[in-house]
């Protein structure tokens, strides 16, 4: 999830107008895409130059989000424009709204963000593209990871090597919620946890964006699921498929004595004792996040503690930070198309939306996905 470092024109541009009002999904008639070829530097005439965005010009929470004016950036050599069509809201959003844990900040701007309309998830139409991009053509239906910028507006820049072609009979809105989750959750999964047929996989945090697809996924790669998350949610998790729900208001995962070969720990919350204490010897613990109260480099210093614990153990530490992958993006289309996952999207909002559903992404208790139309 590492930054485009090609310069954006969106960066420290000025706004014109803005406001912060929120309101439910408000749908547009598609514009014709593009049909010729541009350079890096060239752009057609059907391509406005300016667009109405969700911005951030400074670090905070939510309350600093505006709607305004700024600039259709252009297309560097391996760059694309989309014209996005929909996108999603991820903690790494917050991450970066708010520039912490302060670490953050080496990348986004030390006193301030670079990079002003944030969205690192995007599906949508290439309208642009730069000199060197292959493969990609003019009009094609493309979804991806950006890494910090531009779902939250109407264009959007992205490297070509961070999107896949969307399958038919995919829609957008879905395609837009499997950017950043889907890839975490399928990364945590293959990549790190080496998931296969049989497998027992236990998810701590199934309820949120990364839990809800890795339910899903897990199931796909033929592993038997147990899913941990809040009464509310309950239901919802079991009809993505897990085998066994536990509720850990009223239950405890770890008191069980169930041994996994897999544990995707989207939370942080129990100890690496506890953690080792339900993994087969040969088990993987997969540490995706944790908790977020160290400022400076939230869950790493936890993250750091567990994998010291874990050198004195059989059973194996990794942690994840997912990286756009073409290979992965085009599994995960896979999965789309055929129906193996199906993103549980809680609401569909507009740009005026944008601002209340990160103040919910700031309390670390979203449900599933909110998807953005950046109308």
């Not at 942080?268 to 004792?273: D, I, L, V």
Request: hydrophobic residues 45%.
């Amino acid at each position: 999830m590492s930054p485009d470092p090609i310069s954006d024109p969106l960066a420290e541009s000025p706004a014109v107008a803005g406001s912060g009002t929120s309101s439910a999904k408000a749908s547009a008639a598609p514009v014709p895409p593009v049909t010729s070829a541009v350079t890096s530097t060239v752009t057609s005439t059907a391509i406005p130059t300016t667009m109405r965005a969700s911005i951030a010009r400074t670090y905070g929470t939510a309350e600093v989000m505006t709607v305004g004016e700024v600039p259709v950036p252009e297309p560097g050599e391996e760059q694309l424009l989309i014209r996005v069509e929909a996108s999603s809201l991820n903690a790494l959003d917050w991450h970066f709204l708010t520039g912490t844990p302060y670490l953050v900040r080496l990348i986004a701007g030390l006193r301030k963000p670079k990079q002003v309309v944030l969205g690192a998830d995007m599906a949508g139409i290439v309208v642009a593209k730069g000199s060197k991009v292959s493969g990609i053509e003019i009009g094609d239906r493309v979804f991806g990871e950006s890494g910090t910028r531009g779902g939250f507006g109407p264009y959007a820049l992205i490297r070509d090597k961070n999107v896949a072609t969307i399958p038919d009979g995919v829609s957008f809105e879905a395609a837009g919620a499997s950017g950043v989750a889907a890839l975490t959750a399928i990364q945590a999964l293959r990549t790190k946890g080496g998931v296969k047929a049989g497998d027992r996989v236990l998810i701590n945090g199934a309820a949120g964006g990364v839990g809800t697809f890795a339910v899903q996924m897990a199931k796909a790669l033929g592993a038997r699921v147990v899913a941990v998350c809040s009464t509310r949610n309950v239901e919802m998790v079991k009809a993505l498929g897990a085998d066994e729900v536990i509720d850990y208001t009223t239950d405890d995962f770890v008191a069980a004595g169930h041994l996994f070969d897999v544990m995707i720990d989207n939370l942080g919350n129990r100890s690496a004792k506890e953690c080792l204490s339900i993994l087969d010897p040969g088990g993987r613990y997969v540490a995706v996040s944790g908790p977020k109260d160290n400022r400076w480099v939230g869950p790493m210093l936890k993250q750091v503690g567990v994998r010291l614990a874990f050198m004195r153990a059989k059973p194996s530490f990794e942690s994840i930070m997912a990286e756009p992958d073409v290979d992965d993006l085009n599994f995960i289309g896979e999965l789309l198309a055929d129906g193996r996952v199906v993103p549980a999207i809680q609401r569909v909002v507009d740009l005026d939306g944008v601002q209340e559903a990160m103040a919910e992404i700031g309390t670390g208790h979203v449900r599933s996905k909110i998807v953005v139309i950046p109308k």
